[in-house]
């Protein structure tokens, strides 16, 4: 079992940057690709950032050029700098982990942690964007 903590989300402008971190603990090695995804009221879940041990990345065109994921292994944290942030950006954002799965690439991992099938969530942390 995998815990994911996140932390660093809160209200800032349009035009303006945040840096989430999400402190991983627990079975961490087991995971196959790390990554976040985000959700807000009345829409479907979307990943945002999928990031491979390999360092490979994969991004949606809706944050691609803005936001940029990384991890720290030395301190077993996820990171999401998000810059440029745009009012349509405000949503719960979850660290996620993926479950071992055959055929895993990055653009597919942004998928399948939208789903407790293949991944484990932390509790989330909020951004909102104000105009």
């Known amino acids: 079992q995998v815990q994911l903590v996140e932390s660093g989300g809160g209200s800032v402008q349009s035009g303006g940057s945040l840096r989430l971190s999400c402190e991983v603990s627990?079975?961490?090695?087991?995971?196959?690709?790390m990554g976040w995804f985000r959700q807000s009221p009345g829409k479907e879940r979307e990943g945002v950032a999928a990031?491979?041990?390999?360092?490979?990345?994969a991004y949606p065109d809706s944050v691609k050029g803005r936001f940029t994921i990384s991890q720290d292994d030395a301190k077993n944290t996820l990171y999401l700098q998000m810059d440029s942030l745009k009012p349509e950006d405000t949503a719960m954002y979850h660290c996620?982990?993926?479950?071992?799965?055959?055929?895993?690439?990055?653009?597919?991992?942004?998928?399948?942690?939208?789903?407790?099938?293949?991944?484990?969530w932390g509790q989330g942390t909020q951004v909102t964007v104000s105009s």
């Open positions: 627990g079975d961490a090695a087991s995971a196959s690709y």
């Open positions: 996620a982990a993926l479950r071992p799965s055959g055929g895993m690439t990055p653009v597919r991992a942004l998928s399948a942690m939208t789903s407790r099938l293949f991944a484990s």
């Open positions: 990031i491979g041990r390999d360092g490979s990345t």
